[in-house]
């Protein structure tokens, strides 16, 4: 029997000019979604957009008002709103020692704050319609303690919190939420990571150290995953940390 999933029409997406959000907007697109891209990467994110056929608005996510402001612009230009992809985030290392006041903040801006501006905005029009999917993209990090990531590991945590608490409030409204919670993926958004070992190459040396399947994974394998809680075939799903990490936590 072939699975068939329905996905929303209209879908947001932040974080998507590199990484698992590019990866995750060309497969929305190819589905047939109509979508608004925000991202603070410009060039790529104009490109992607002509690309795809999408609407485009370059937004810096730490900036509350601008958010707020970038996300009533992309439910306007799609006519409305069926589904939210939260995926922007930044990666700040560091022991308690290490880390600056500054970098904890910032963290906390991107990975935590700006969820909570994109949802104070997207859910009311999602319960207009009835319902719709909130999807926030976290990390296995805010599940374990990660060596030397204070702000980064902690910011996570807390989005994890916020993921679940808003599924609680809002499952009556027939809004789904979810939190997407990556290991190591390959792409430039590790460069924190792969540094100590000499750079991407010398990790790739030791991965297998870490995760039980052996690599990183890809981009598509959680754009994948990433679409699939967007989609109705995760309809019964809210509330949960999605974890896809090659099994690092079991590890």
């Known amino acids: 029997m072939r699975i068939v999933a329905e996905l929303p029409s209209r879908i947001l997406v932040t974080g998507c000019a590199t990484g698992i959000g590019a990866s995750g907007a060309r497969m929305l697109a190819e589905a047939g979604c109509r979508l608004a891209l925000l991202d603070n990467q410009e060039t790529r994110l104009l490109k992607l957009a002509r690309e795809l056929d999408a609407i485009a608005i370059p937004v810096d996510v730490a900036d509350q008002e601008q958010l707020a402001r970038a996300v009533d612009a992309a439910t306007e230009g799609l006519g409305g709103l069926d589904a939210a992809w939260s995926n922007a985030g930044v990666q700040r290392g560091g022991d308690v020692e290490e880390a600056t006041v500054a970098d904890f903040d910032y963290s906390y801006m991107v990975n935590v704050r700006a969820h909570f501006v994109i949802a104070k905005s997207v859910i009311p029009h999602l319960r207009s319609n009835g319902g719709g999917v909130f999807l926030i993209t976290a990390s296995n990090s805010g599940l374990q303690p990660e060596t030397a990531l204070v702000p980064y590991a902690v910011s996570k945590g807390a989005t994890i919190a916020l993921a679940r608490q808003l599924a609680h409030d809002h499952a009556v409204d027939g809004v789904r939420v979810n939190a997407l919670c990556p290991g190591y ?8 990571i792969w540094h100590p070992f000499g750079g991407r190459e010398g990790f790739l040396e030791r991965v297998a150290e870490y995760v039980p399947l052996g690599r990183m994974a890809n981009a598509d394998e959680v754009a994948r995953l990433a ?11 809210t509330g949960a940390n999605v974890v896809v990490d090659g099994g690092e936590l079991i590890g």
């Open 227 to 237: 679409c699939w809680l967007l989609s109705d075939a995760a309809g019964f799903m």
């Open 185 to 192: 993926v390959d792409t430039p958004f590790n460069a924190a």
